[in-house]
């Protein structure tokens, strides 16, 4: 899909990521309509009466003329605005105040000073319509009390022909029959209002959905980001556990290894994908340095470029981590390593390089700490010493990756550009935003750096794609039916997952005791 265009599609999927919010504020909003009705929306009830009205004055004219008829409906109109006019409904208000005493009324209409029922609280409550190709006024009124509605109706049509004669002159206007009570309500509609309550909160929910998606300017597809700058999507990184909480009083996502217990297994096959495909885009670089950074902090690039380190070394490649964010430095406390000697150290030349190494802290992963913070971080990152260090350091190991900071914060990964084969940017999801990205490539490209790619991190995905599943008993994750191998932690006895096929899993259970040991 090309940037900026929405398909059907698109918008099923928003739906669809948000049906349960939908759902929920849709059976609030249902509820909110029952409750209205039920509750605190007053009864009404209803009653009719037709009129009808003749333009002959007396009896002894021909009845059976049909102009008459004719007459009769260009005189509707006139009728009814009389019917409506504040002295008939003055007129039906002293019938009423007649027979109802003044408490019913009160509930009924809005009184005057002097107890006198305001003309225009009657006409509130009538409802007057011509019947289509007849002479005939349909009456209807509409109160909370059954008798006083029909008797709207009734006195009326009491009143209406003295006014009319009145008012008109010719013509009469005559009924055949009485308005009758009717004692069931025909408002509220519970059941309707129920469903409108239903519609509107799903229509509100849904256009609030829609408004925050169209002003949302984070990265979330990776196909638009590696179309947009095309460049290659190296790996996604999807969220578990509580990787997306922040540890407290700090702007980092918890630090999360691959060698930490019950690590899902597609997050170590997430990293050995990134491993394969960070090989080939080096493939053609005599050096294989490269750096790992963000456009912003706290995106996850000092977890992402540990644990690259330890899936590069699980491959039987010597591997070097260079902690080389000296201002906030975090792959110390990621390994639970001292920081005393480190970068800074070798670069100012404070200690001697193999010192500020630290061997073996996992099966063929070396890392040096940033070391003591100091003063001038960029500029050493560009000194000749770093152009030296890393050209001696490349000898030894056969893959180094930097840990840099974030780009659009300091120049510091910037001035790497002349030592190393190029940079991976940690992108993450619903996170870093289109500007952010935009502002941090645009410095790689004046730095003439090479970027490798992006790896698309905390990558939120509901029902792992397919071939993950994930049990009941905790973080045991394992392929479906088909594959016959999985990653499982401690597994209970109970758990329905273990049966016969699952019993002889061995290519997983090597795998768990391989990551246990490191």
Request: proline fraction near 3%.
């Amino acid at each position: 899909m090309n940037e900026g265009q929405i398909s059907i599609k698109d918008i099923i999927r928003l739906i669809l990521n948000h049906i349960w919010l939908i759902l929920v504020i849709a059976v609030l909003g249902a509820a909110a309509g029952f409750s209205v009705s039920k509750f605190l929306m007053p009864l009404q009830y209803s009653s009719h009466i037709t009129m009808y009205v003749q333009s002959y004055t007396g009896i002894s004219e021909n009845v059976n003329n049909v102009n008459n008829i004719s007459n009769s409906k260009q005189l509707v109109n006139t009728y009814m605005e009389v019917l409506k006019d504040d002295a008939v409904m003055n007129a039906v208000g002293e019938q009423l105040s007649k027979k109802f005493d003044e408490e019913t009324l009160s509930q009924n209409f809005t009184l005057s000073d002097t107890g006198k029922i305001t003309p225009a609280s009657i006409r509130t409550c009538l409802a007057i319509s011509s019947v289509t190709d007849t002479s005939a006024v349909k009456i209807t009124a509409t109160a909370k009390n059954a008798e006083i509605a029909a008797a709207i109706c009734n006195n009326l049509t009491k009143v209406a022909p003295q006014y009319v004669e009145d008012a008109v002159g010719i013509g009469s206007i005559n009924t055949i029959d009485t308005a009758k009570v009717y004692n069931t309500p025909i408002a509220p509609n519970t059941r309707k209002n129920t469903m409108l309550g239903f519609a509107a909160g799903s229509m509100l929910i849904m256009m609030i959905i829609f408004l925050i998606d169209f002003f949302d300017n984070t990265i979330k597809d990776p196909d638009t980001l590696a179309n947009k700058y095309k460049k290659a999507i190296i790996g996604e990184i999807q969220q578990f556990g509580d990787s997306k909480k922040k540890k407290k009083n700090s702007d980092e996502d918890e630090h999360i290894k691959l060698t930490d217990n019950n690590v899902p297994f597609f997050i170590v096959e997430s990293y050995k994908s990134i491993r394969t495909n960070i090989t080939f885009s080096l493939s053609t670089f005599e050096k294989k340095i490269f750096a790992v950074s963000s456009s912003s902090p706290g995106e996850g690039k000092s977890t992402t470029s540990a644990n690259i380190a330890i899936a590069m070394a699980q491959s039987d490649n010597k591997v070097l981590l260079i902690d080389a964010d000296m201002r906030k430095s975090v792959q110390h406390k990621i390994f639970g390593l001292k920081n005393k000697k480190g970068l800074s150290s070798a670069i100012s030349k404070m200690s001697k390089l193999e010192d500020c190494i630290q061997k073996n802290v996992m099966e063929n992963l070396d890392v040096m700490t940033a070391g003591p913070i100091p003063p001038n971080p960029s500029e050493l990152l560009g000194s000749e010493q770093m152009t030296a260090i890393l050209d001696e350091l490349s000898k030894q190991y056969a893959v180094i990756i930097i840990d840099t900071p974030p780009v659009n914060v300091v120049t510091d990964a910037i001035e790497l550009a002349k030592n190393i084969s190029g940079i991976i940017m940690v992108v993450h999801y619903a996170v870093t935003t289109e500007e952010d990205l935009a502002a941090a490539n645009k410095k790689i490209e004046f730095a003439q750096m090479n970027l490798l790619g992006y790896i698309l991190n905390n990558v939120k995905i509901k029902g792992h794609s397919g071939y993950y599943s994930t049990s009941k008993y905790g973080n045991k994750y394992y392929y479906k039916k088909g594959y016959g191998y999985g990653y499982y932690g401690n597994r209970p006895e109970t758990d329905p997952s273990d049966d016969k096929s699952e019993e002889t899993n061995e290519p997983g259970k090597e795998e768990e005791s391989e990551m246990n040991k490191k």
